[in-house]
């Protein structure tokens, strides 16, 4: 006989009847309530099972505050990326600006007097080379 076993379910059935219990389902609900029913085996497997779900459960809670911490993370960075793609977009259009391609700058196509000097001289030279590439 296990003694703690026996006294425990004493207990219990005596909780019971102080509630009013008297019926004997009612004393084996309360028994089966206070796990007193199961095997020795179930009830070490419960004991490890719940005792694996207080684990989880804190390791549930801690994933939780890490999530937290990396969406707050998260938030920091999107913030830097908006703050950098409106710098990069600042420094796009002032670039726009300043380096207009050629064809779109008259002043590239304006020749100094110096230029057209020299123009002159070499337009003849090239007419020459260009004349005497077709006959060869």
């Given at each position: 006989?296990?003694?703690?076993?026996?006294?425990?379910?004493?207990?219990?059935?005596?909780?019971?009847?102080?509630?009013?219990?008297?019926?004997?389902?009612?004393?084996?609900?309360?028994?089966?309530?206070?796990?007193?029913?199961?095997?020795?085996?179930?009830?070490?497997?419960?004991?490890?099972l719940r005792g694996e779900l207080a684990k989880a459960l804190e390791q549930t809670a801690a994933a939780r505050v890490h999530v937290t911490e990396l969406e707050e993370n998260l938030r920091a960075v999107n913030a830097g990326w908006s703050?950098?793609?409106?710098?990069?977009?600042?420094?796009?259009?002032?670039?726009?600006?300043?380096?207009?391609?050629?064809?779109?700058d008259p002043i590239c196509y304006a020749l100094t007097p110096k230029a057209d000097a020299i123009t002159r001289r070499i337009a003849p030279t090239q007419a020459l080379h260009a004349e005497a590439g077709e006959s060869a």
């Open positions: 006989m296990n003694t703690r076993l026996v006294n425990t379910a004493a207990g219990v059935l005596a909780a019971a009847m102080q509630q009013g219990k008297a019926l004997p389902a009612n004393l084996a609900i309360a028994l089966d309530s206070a796990q007193l029913l199961q095997s020795p085996e179930t009830a070490a497997e419960t004991a490890r703050v950098s793609r409106a710098r990069v977009a600042e420094l796009e259009q002032q670039l726009a600006v300043k380096d207009r391609p050629a064809d779109e």
